[in-house]
């Protein structure tokens, strides 16, 4: 199989995908999608069939749950047992946008989709491609990252075609993710609600909605296991190693390097703030010192250090203290698992 890919850059290219998209979803395929966080491989959220197939294409273990994509709170309102004061609060202010409102499953639900558990992530993604699939299916979307199950996640069409051009028969190309990273997953079966997976919607931004929201350092493993994906220790991660490092010059980085028993020439750096010489690196990335553009830079910037064959990735640590990049440094730290 080789996947087709439609792109949307027209109107009319737009709606020829859309169709194409939704009959094959209909007819209970699996198709890769954009999303504005990353690119998602969707799914009939209640076809139990289908869904069984986005876990074969990704090799994801079963008890990994799948966020439900919606379009629109009255389609939220069906996948849930009951649609929240709370859960309406949080919708009016970031839907549709990078937030997943975890609650407690509709019957209509497979089990597949939730890891057995008895509750469900949904979110209504801003992305105009996604929203109008959805509009044109009439049905709720299974979309976990349009990849091989642990690795790097697709923020862009060829990510999606490197990784499953040869397992699925659709990908259709909405340009670069704009968020870069995944959803916010917040708990709202627990009070106060607890941010199970931070993203680029972080506490503070919660907080202002639901006046106190837990911070995710408090999640116990076993106990959140079923609520979110994206909770396993090693996540999100590029085929070579990768070390988040703090360093105050280039000489303190090289040291750090040697002490890590690699070789100077086979590293790739990732670096926002002590850029060292490219010379002596196989590669120097420079990146935004604004969490949001790094966020969305990421990804392919880890794609790119894997296709050029880099054996260690050093990243820059992003700041420690300031909420914006907590979800990057979750990522990080499980790239690096």
Not at 1 to 26: C, D, G, N, W, Y
Not at 192 to 210: F, K, N
């Amino acid at each position: 199989m080789v996947a087709e890919i439609l792109s949307t850059h027209t109107p009319e290219l737009f709606q020829k995908a859309v169709r194409r998209a939704a009959e094959l979803l209909r007819a209970g395929e699996v198709v890769a999608l954009p999303t504005e966080t990353v690119y998602g491989l969707a799914a009939n959220a209640l076809d139990e069939k289908a869904v069984a197939k986005i876990f074969q294409i990704k090799g994801r273990p079963s008890h990994n749950p799948i966020i439900v994509h919606v379009a629109g709170n009255a389609m939220a309102h069906d996948c849930v047992k009951e649609f929240t004061l709370l859960a309406e609060k949080f919708s009016n202010a970031f839907w549709p946008g990078p937030l997943t409102l975890v609650l407690p499953r509709a019957k209509k639900i497979p089990d597949s989709v939730t890891a057995g558990g008895e509750t469900i992530g949904v979110r209504w993604p801003s992305h105009p491609f996604m929203q109008a699939v959805i509009r044109e299916c009439g049905f709720p979307l299974a979309a976990p990252s349009a990849n091989l199950s642990n690795q790097i996640s697709p923020t862009n069409v060829e990510h999606v075609r490197a990784q499953l051009g040869s397992k699925i028969s659709l990908i259709v190309d909405g340009g670069q993710s704009q968020v870069g990273i995944e959803s916010t997953v917040l708990d709202l079966t627990v009070s106060p609600p607890r941010i199970l997976r931070p993203g680029m919607i972080h506490a503070e931004s919660l907080t202002a909605v639901a006046g106190e929201v837990q911070s995710p350092k408090s999640i116990v493993q076993g106990e959140t296991a079923r609520k979110s994906p994206g909770l396993l220790k090693k996540h999100y991660s590029p085929k070579a190693k990768l070390v988040v490092l703090y360093w105050r010059d280039e000489a303190d980085l090289r040291l750090q390097v040697s002490s890590l028993k690699f070789q100077i020439p086979d590293c790739h750096v990732i670096a926002h703030t002590q850029i060292p010489a490219d010379e002596s690196f196989a590669d120097v990335s420079v990146m935004p010192h604004d969490a949001e553009a790094f966020a969305r830079a990421l990804y392919a910037e880890l794609h790119r250090c894997d296709q050029a064959g880099a054996r260690l990735i050093i990243v820059e640590a992003p700041p420690a203290d300031l909420p914006e990049w907590f979800g990057i440094m979750d990522r990080l730290q499980r790239a690096a698992a």
